[in-house]
């Protein structure tokens, strides 16, 4: 990208700004998402703020359609190639790229909005101490339509990944979270990531706007993974995955402890009901658990399609 105040050619370019470091990396990994690449460099191109580079992994795709439009790409962004290893090895190896100290994780079949990476960043550099990432609310697209609030709440994070998609941080703090963990091929690395970042002590900042646009596909599989694998079968299995990772943080009096220090209006899920999903998670085999959950909490994560934009609870669901 062309840095900002530069000539009056910013769009997306790759060599001819090699010498320039910019202040944001956009870290995107892409396995065969190739039809998604048209509508992310409108996305890119329409920024209102144009100090970045764009780093695109190539996670072993095999669609020849995605080889292609990615091999058209390399005079306008950073394109890197590696055998597929999954969307944690695909980010990691994006941020051993980049050059900015600002790093921002786009999956390639999102988009964001003209004064997204404007208002992040904006965000970040005035944001108090102890802030280690931004991100803004949902607008969905694709099978789904509406909108979602997102929040960060440390106790509510064991429960529901409130913050999965589009992290804004600097480079230290991605450093200090230690990466996403590339053994977690299945799903969740984006949830296991963000509670390593609020274990660091690091808190989460909201921009109350729709600003990325979170594509939903008819089923719900997202091709920026190595393999489209339905999370919704796989809750129990996943859930009890991230429960490991983070055994100290799930014991009974840890989990009270943490409630009682998140009490700043920011929860959403009750004491009860965060216990109650852990219990439910330890006691029923992970198939019935999974079903128990999709009964209990099926309501709508986002407000109606057409309604004002609100503070709506929607993305907060008990369990993943």
Same mark, same amino acid.
Do not use: C
């Given at each position: 990208m062309a840095a900002?105040?530069?000539?009056?050619?910013?769009g997306p370019k790759g060599s001819a700004t090699?010498?320039?470091v910019p202040t944001v990396s956009v870290i995107v990994p892409c396995f065969n998402g190739g039809h998604f690449l048209d509508g992310l460099m409108v996305s890119f191109d329409a920024q209102?703020? $144009?100090? &970045?580079?764009?780093?695109?992994?190539?996670?072993?795709? *095999?669609?020849?359609?995605?080889?292609?439009?990615?091999?058209?790409?390399?005079?306008r962004v950073r394109i890197v190639r590696q055998e597929n290893g999954g969307p944690s090895v695909a980010r990691n190896r994006g941020v051993r790229e980049a050059r900015g100290d600002i790093l921002f994780m786009l999956d390639c079949d999102d988009t964001i909005e003209p004064s997204f990476l404007a208002e992040a960043v904006a965000a970040l550099q005035g944001a108090p101490p102890g802030t280690g990432m931004v991100f803004a609310d949902l607008r969905l697209g694709g099978a789904e339509g509406g909108f979602?609030? $997102?929040? &960060?709440?440390?106790?509510?994070?064991?429960?529901?990944? *409130?913050?999965?998609?589009?992290?804004?941080?600097?480079?230290?703090?991605?450093d200090a979270a230690g990466g996403y963990d590339e053994t977690m091929r299945e799903g969740y690395e984006d949830w296991d990531f963000s509670l390593r970042l609020a274990g660091a002590g690091f808190r989460g900042l909201r921009i109350p706007r729709p600003l990325y646009v979170y594509y939903i596909g008819s089923d719900d599989t997202h091709p920026s993974r190595s393999a489209g694998v339905d999370k919704r079968m796989l809750?129990?299995?996943?859930?009890?995955?991230?429960?490991?990772?983070?055994?100290?943080?799930?014991?009974?009096?840890?989990m009270l402890r943490l409630w009682r220090q998140s009490r700043d209006g920011s929860g959403r899920i009750p004491l009860w009901k965060g216990i109650a999903a852990w219990l439910a998670?330890?006691?029923l085999p992970e198939a019935v658990f999974n079903q128990l959950i999709k009964r209990l909490h099926r309501g709508p994560r986002a407000d109606a399609p057409g309604e004002p934009y609100g503070d709506a609870t929607g993305g907060a669901r008990v369990a993943p």
């Open positions: 900002a105040g530069s000539s009056s050619d910013q090699a010498g320039h209102t703020f $144009r100090d &970045f580079e764009v780093v695109i992994v190539d996670d072993g795709s *095999t669609e020849p359609e995605t080889r292609r439009k990615l091999a058209a790409l390399e005079t979602v609030s $997102r929040y &960060f709440n440390r106790f509510d994070l064991l429960f529901t990944n *409130t913050m999965a998609n589009g992290l804004v941080m600097r480079r230290s703090v991605f809750y129990g299995k996943l859930w009890r995955a991230i429960r490991e990772r983070h055994r100290e943080s799930f014991r009974p009096l840890a998670a330890n006691i």
